[in-house]
């Protein structure tokens, strides 16, 4: 069983990273494998709205996304971790979600659903800001994400109010929920417990 853990932040000793980490560190306590990429060091392209993948299901780009999607195709379960820049996700993810979309091509228009059963998806947020909504646009943006995958909502860590680099380092207190999190997500995969 197998947690993949994707860093959409491109900024060096990002909070929202190091609470994925400790989330997986939290999973890899209950005997799950994981792995975690990171988006800044990855090299794609962004969608170009050429619409090929609604006649073939497939995009044009062959890059390093087509990896990451190829090991989210198997993974039991995923856990994104995305800063909130300007009141919604930041680039990095958002340019990884809009390249997803032959998945909706395949599931709407080719009627080739994604792979579903048990699979898990759990959702980390960080903002500098703890004005009301600041995290409404991301939440809405990776639900359809991870819907068009065929993963279930499995949870969500929002933190607001942190925005120094590493700043999150000096709350032991979010570090530990993101660990237990991650175990109690890991459990949720190995025993189909519900978070709906």
């Known amino acids: 069983m197998e947690v993949l853990g994707i860093a959409c932040s491109p900024r060096v000793r990002s909070n929202s990273t190091a609470l994925l980490e400790r989330f997986l560190e939290g999973a890899q ?12 060091t990855l090299n794609f392209e962004w969608c170009n709205g050429c619409e ?8 044009v780009f062959d890059d390093d996304l087509t990896v990451l999607f190829r090991r989210l195709d198997v993974a039991d379960g995923v856990a994104v971790a995305a800063p909130v820049y ?3 996700m930041n680039a990095l993810g958002k340019a990884m979600i809009e390249r997803a979309q032959e998945y909706w091509a395949r599931a709407y228009l080719l009627n ?7 699979r898990r998806a759990f959702f980390i947020s960080t903002a500098g800001t703890s004005l ?14 991870f819907r068009i995958l065929g993963f279930r909502w499995g949870g969500e860590m929002l933190v607001s109010a942190v925005d120094a680099a590493g700043e999150i380092e000096r709350r032991p207190d979010w570090l530990d929920q993101a660990g237990r999190s991650g175990a109690r ?11 709906e």
């Open 29 to 40: 306590s209950q005997g799950v494998r994981t792995r975690m990429v990171s988006l800044r």
């Open 52 to 59: 090929s993948c609604s006649v073939t299901g497939r995009c």
């Open 86 to 88: 300007a009141m919604g």
């Open 112 to 118: 080739q659903p994604p792979r579903a059963g048990k």
């Open 132 to 145: 009301p909504g600041v995290f409404d646009c991301s939440l809405k943006t990776v639900r359809y994400f």
């Open 185 to 195: 997500f890991a459990r949720s995969l190995q025993h189909s417990e519900g978070w």
